[in-house]
């Protein structure tokens, strides 16, 4: 199994709509989570983190849920700029300083 | 937020030549570099983690000798691909993290190095 699972997609959504990704990992003792995007042939960029508490920003709100490992994000009134891949990045349990990226979730926001 | 360059961006070569990509943060001090890279369509996957003046650590299935690390300053990190092969081109990133770089567990990615070898 995967350490970090997601849907690779391509989710082709229009423009205004909201959208959902999720992802799974798979260590237990994971600590910190986290959305990055990726631009196609760029580096990653970190969207946001995501707190237990669950966190917004802007259009932008990610999920934690600890007990099912789950993780998602939600894109509301998607915008042309947000065509990207998105990652599922974890690190790892206290003291373990490597992040483990998921395959990405391709999204593609048509006119 | 905390600025992290690669050089080259990019690089094409012969089978058998080596090639050495810079990784640098211009406006902090990486503690830590870490060494990723990505195939089509694939994952990041993390090569080795190098904190500066010491040696590097590196993940399972990554060969030492063929990619060697040197984390000899506060700024730099290198990574020299030796005797590459066709196999070997992939998108090579680097990521810092270190003192008044974010927070303590940030890590700022490079612009990416796409190697590939003829």
């Known amino acids: 199994r995967k350490e970090v699972e997601q849907d690779p997609g391509p989710f082709n959504v229009p423009e205004g709509a909201t959208v959902a990704f999720n992802c799974t990992y798979s260590?237990?003792?994971?600590?910190?989570f986290f959305w990055y995007r990726q631009d196609c042939r760029k580096e990653p960029k970190l969207l946001m983190s995501v707190y237990s508490s669950g966190n917004e920003d802007g259009r932008f709100t990610a999920q934690l849920n600890r007990a099912s490992q789950y993780i998602s994000l939600l894109i509301r009134d998607s915008k042309l700029s947000d065509s990207a891949t998105y990652l599922c990045?974890?690190?790892?349990?206290?003291?373990?300083?490597?992040?483990?990226f998921g395959t990405g979730t391709r999204l593609t926001i048509i006119p | 937020g905390a600025v992290v360059s690669q050089h080259p961006s990019r690089v094409i070569c012969k089978s058998g030549t080596s090639v050495k990509i810079e990784c640098r943060s211009l406006?902090?001090?990486?503690?830590?570099m870490f060494w990723y890279r990505q195939f089509p369509k694939q994952s990041l996957m993390l090569m080795a983690t190098?904190?500066?003046?010491?040696?590097?650590?590196?993940e399972q299935g990554v060969e030492k000798d063929k990619f060697l690390i040197n984390h000899a300053s506060l700024t730099l990190s290198t990574l020299t691909v030796t005797s590459a092969h066709p196999e070997d081109s992939s998108f090579y990133i680097c990521s810092a993290r270190g003192f008044l770089a974010g927070d303590d567990n940030e890590q700022f990615f490079g612009p990416g190095t796409r190697l590939t070898v003829l």
């Open positions: 406006d902090f001090q990486a503690t830590t």
């Open positions: 260590n237990s003792a994971s600590q910190s």
């Open positions: 190098s904190n500066e003046g010491s040696k590097a650590t590196y």
């Open positions: 990045v974890v690190n790892g349990h206290f003291g373990n300083e490597k992040l483990t």
